[in-house]
Structures are given as C-alpha cells and as structure tokens.
C-alpha cells in the first residue's frame, strides 16, 4: 500500500527567507513523486515531478525538490519566498506497483510573511 | 482546450436531489481521473477512466455515486440522492496516457454543498 506523509500542516516563513516543505512517502515500487499548489477556491496546480534519472527536481515559479531514497523523502524548497507563494501544497505519490493513480497527503498551507 | 475544464463551478443541491458534474479534459488525454476533496483535506480517489473505459472505481463512496466516458473524451460524474456528507469539490483531471510517469493536469473543480 502506498502512503505520503506531510508532516507539518502549517509553515510560515519570511519573505526573502528559504522555505522548506515536508513529504515523505511510502510505496513498494519505485515511487514517481509529484508536488501540486492549490490556491483558494482554485484546482490543483502541477509544480514538478521525479520519476527517474538526477536527485534534484526543478519546476514552476523556482520550486525545486529533493529526492532522498534513503530517507524515503521529496521535500519541496526555494531559495527566496515570495509572499505570492502562499497557498496550499500538496505531495503525491504514484507507485507502478499499484494503482494508477496519484495518492495525496494532508497538505502544508504556507503563509509568506512579508 | 487549453485545460480541464469543470462544470458547474459551483452547485448546490437540496438532499436528497441528483446532481450531474462534468468534465471536459484536454484534448487528446487518453487518462481520465475523478477525485473528492473536502474542506481542508487532500483529494481522494475516485474513479479512472482509459478512453472511454472506467479500469478503476474502488474509490466511489457509495452506490449512488456513478461515472461515465461514453466517447473517450467528455466525463459525467453523477450521485444520485445527495446527502450532506456528499459536499466536496469535485475535481477532474487528466493525462495523455497511461504511463505512470505522466503529468496529471487537473481542473478547477465543481464545489458541490448540500443542505
């Protein structure tokens, strides 16, 4: 069974600061790793993907995220927060062992104070 | 088109009424998901459509609730006798093929309350 974890339901950074988003995950297979950003009243934005190849994953508006198979993570960064940033984040798992589709976690709402 | 698109936007339906949501997704994605969101949670799987075929419904709540893909390209989902645990948004999405490394690109969503 495949599972993804976003242990913080709350981060709040400084505006010009880095910011760091949690997710560690759970699968059998090897994991293909998605990040998405919803904003309110709004669908679901894709911001990147690992599925193979480098560690490190860059995508939309400079997100980038980590692959760490050893620590079973994709933590989501950027250098510099913007207060436009501030939505709600949401990691996602497929797992080619099971079924096809995307397996969410909770969500983290980041809030960029200015 | 340019993206999924939802319809309606926004619904409110008595309990006890069937509501009818639809999906038009991006032109030429063979894929085609349907997931619930409630309020302050993450989307959870519904139903998959490949082409007009639905391989998977494991995540219908409830009999009441059916989905469709008659010509490979529009999607309605339906749930008959709505009750208040039924409000969501409803979300679409859809990819261009199967492979699970594929991007999955959703719609805006259907906001469905119950009173």
């Known amino acids: 069974a495949q599972s993804v974890a976003q242990p913080e339901d709350q981060v709040n950074v400084a505006e010009g600061n880095p910011l760091t988003v949690k997710c560690t995950y759970s699968?059998?297979?090897?994991?293909?790793l998605f990040w998405y950003v919803q904003y309110p009243n709004r669908g679901l934005q894709f911001l990147l993907k690992?599925?193979?190849?480098?560690?490190l994953v860059k995508g939309s508006y400079g997100f980038e995220a980590e692959f760490n198979k050893s620590q079973t993570s994709f933590h989501l960064k950027k250098p510099s927060a913007l207060v436009s940033d501030s939505a709600l984040y949401f990691c996602?798992?497929?797992?080619?062992?099971?079924?096809?589709?995307?397996?969410f976690g909770t969500g983290t709402r980041l809030t960029v104070i200015p | 088109g340019a993206g999924v698109s939802q319809s309606p936007r926004y619904k409110v339906a008595k309990r006890g009424q069937d509501v009818a949501l639809r999906c038009d997704p991006i032109?030429?994605?063979?894929?085609l998901f349907w997931y619930q969101q409630a309020l302050g949670q993450g989307p959870e799987f519904l139903t998959y459509?490949?082409?007009?075929?639905?391989?998977?419904k494991s995540g219908l709540p409830s009999d009441r609730f059916f989905a469709e893909r008659p010509e490979g390209s529009v999607s309605t989902l339906k749930i008959q006798r709505t009750q208040q645990e039924d409000s969501a948004v409803y979300l679409c999405?859809?990819?261009?093929?199967?492979?699970?490394?594929?991007?999955?690109?959703f719609g805006e969503g259907s906001w469905l309350t119950v009173v």
């Open positions: 999405a859809s990819s261009l093929a199967p492979a699970f490394g594929n991007t999955i690109y």
């Open positions: 699968v059998s297979g090897n994991p293909y």
């Open positions: 690992y599925i193979t190849g480098d560690n």
């Open positions: 996602a798992v497929r797992d080619p062992a099971g079924a096809n589709n995307l397996f």
């Open positions: 032109s030429g994605h063979v894929s």
């Open positions: 459509f490949q082409n007009e075929a639905q391989l998977d």
